[in-house]
């Protein structure tokens, strides 16, 4: 079992509606959880990152975070043609910080 | 302020050969960590540095080693290359812990012919 795990997608949504991405994870001690954004031939950007459980808003994007469920999830509202891009969910344990496979996603006009 | 940079962006080397990639954090960041990311693999943790200490180790054989230097700029090495190594290495700053989260350079892409 994969320590990080995402849908791979990819997963196609059209513009203006919400994308929903996915990420379990295996550590229960995890403490920090974030999401990175990589466009093609870039490097990963951070986006998000939560600490609690429950929602946490920033503009289009909101995080959310369910630990007894080992559970994280973004939402992208109002999507748009420059969101497509692979969505990484990152998960620190006590050594490091481990990174899921990413969700491919695409938004088409 | 300046961000993460990562040279040289493109290397090419032979299998058995060694490399040496540098990554210069943003200023004031203490911890460097190193990633390699592969098609097929995904990103791999490969080791930490904080204040010149490797903090943290991931999976890789000793072929792939590392340092930090007192201004924080971090070298990583791997030696005796092999063909599966070909890969974009991606150097993390972080102010103190990755649990702020990480800002990446640009990566070093090796290819190992």
């Known amino acids: 079992q994969k320590e990080v795990e995402q849908n791979s997608g990819p997963l196609s949504v059209p513009e203006g509606a919400i994308a929903s991405l996915n990420c379990t994870y295996s550590?229960?001690?995890?403490?920090?959880f974030f999401w990175y954004r990589q466009y093609s031939g870039k490097s990963p950007e951070l986006i998000m990152s939560i600490y609690s459980n429950g929602d946490k808003e920033d503009g289009r994007f909101t995080a959310q975070l369910n630990k007894a469920s080992q559970y994280v999830s973004l939402l992208i509202r109002d999507s748009q043609p420059s969101d497509s891009a692979t969505y990484l969910c990152a998960v620190q344990g006590n050594n490091d910080m481990r990174f899921g496979a990413g969700t491919r996603l695409t938004v088409k006009p | 302020k300046a961000g993460v940079t990562q040279t040289p962006r493109y290397l090419i080397k032979t299998r058995g050969q060694q490399v040496t990639l540098s990554c210069s954090p943003i200023s004031g960041h203490r911890s460097v960590s190193w990633y390699q990311q592969t098609p097929g693999q995904g990103l791999q943790f490969l080791f930490e540095?904080?204040?010149?200490?490797?903090?943290n180790k991931g999976n890789f054989p000793g072929r792939f080693s590392g340092r930090q230097f007192s201004n924080s700029r971090s070298e990583m090495n791997v030696s005796t290359l092999e063909l599966g190594d070909s890969a974009l290495y991606l150097c993390?700053?972080?102010?103190?812990?990755?649990?702020?989260?990480?800002?990446f350079g640009s990566g070093t892409r090796l290819t190992v012919v």
């Open positions: 550590d229960r001690g995890s403490q920090s």
């Open positions: 993390a700053s972080s102010l103190e812990t990755a649990a702020y989260g990480y800002t």
């Open positions: 540095y904080f204040s010149e200490t490797q903090r």
